[in-house]
């Protein structure tokens, strides 16, 4: 008889730990170190895999998930996939909204682990109902059992970067981080390990690559939401059009605006040079990267994240017809 050994874990214990690499082509100038920690290494190929898996763990210990019932949320697919994963785990129904911009793969994969998506119009103002966030909310209110993760506003977010990802920066790199970059949606990652590295070393500086078309620039500036500010970018899981309750201004030095040919053009750069499949908003990153090294001239050590894998996207930004289709030819 053969003696079949037991899996020492499951899926969603493989969360975490990811590597960080040094971009040395890309950034091969003597007096600079650019880290990229690569969060595809978790499960569904996200850093949202942390953000879930804490959330869920909470629900279920607090009492608000209980066994048979339905995880609801508005995404723009990352954290349907973690969702999913943990659904088809643990005996949970799914359903998730995301706005049409989603990329073909991502719903796909969704659909692969079971999970019920619903699309909505990228172009659907807040508030209103055809948003995915309003139709995610209608959903959890109008089913039975349903929990809503609401990523945007649960601190449980900023607090696994917080406890997670934060401290893992810390331990790879140490306190020779002079700069963190991370864009963002939720503002869970940025805020989180933002805060975490500020409480290590509190002169470390943490900016924020945000889209033309999202809010938050200018309210980070100003303190104000100005509506003539929102508008259309391809660009998946950065930026807003309303203010979140996850995202901590406080905690940002900077807020630098790119533009959807910014990023895609990164992310190619970075799997050409270094090898690396980044999606759009790590191609984002690695732009403010390039940003924040090409006006210092001081040794300086910058950490940054590539938040999910480039191959969700393949039929989008690393696909040269559909950037000319759309036209990004400068992003070639």
Partial sequence: MMNVQ?????????VGNTPMVRLRRLFPQPHVRVFAKLEFYNPTGSIKDRVVRHIIDDAERTGRLRPGGTIVESTSGNTGA?????????GYRAVLTMPDKVSREKQNALKAMGARIIVCPTAAPPGSA????????GIAADTEGAFMVDQYNNRKNVEAHFIGTGPEIWRQVGPSIDVFVASGS????????????????????VVMPDPKGSIYHRYFNE???????????????VGEDH?????????????IQFTDTDAFKAARALARVEGIMGGGSGGANI???????????????????????GLKYMSKFFSDAWLQEHGYVDAL
């Fill in 6 to 14: 037991e899996p020492l874990v499951d899926a969603d214990e493989l």
């Fill in 82 to 90: 973690a969702i999913a994963l943990i659904a088809a785990q643990r």
């Fill in 130 to 137: 055809e948003h995915y966030l309003t139709v995610a909310r």
């Fill in 186 to 205: 939720t503002g869970g990652t940025v805020s989180g390990c933002g805060r975490f590295l500020k409480s290590q070393r509190p002169d470390i500086r």
């Fill in 223 to 237: 303190r104000k939401v100005d509506p003539t500010d929102i508008g259309s970018y391809q660009v998946e899981g």
């Fill in 243 to 255: 203010l979140v309750g996850c995202m901590d201004f406080d905690v940002l030095d900077e807020v």
């Fill in 287 to 309: 732009w403010a990267c390039q940003q924040i090294v090409a006006r210092t001239e001081i040794p300086i050590t910058i950490v940054t994240v590539i938040p999910d894998s």
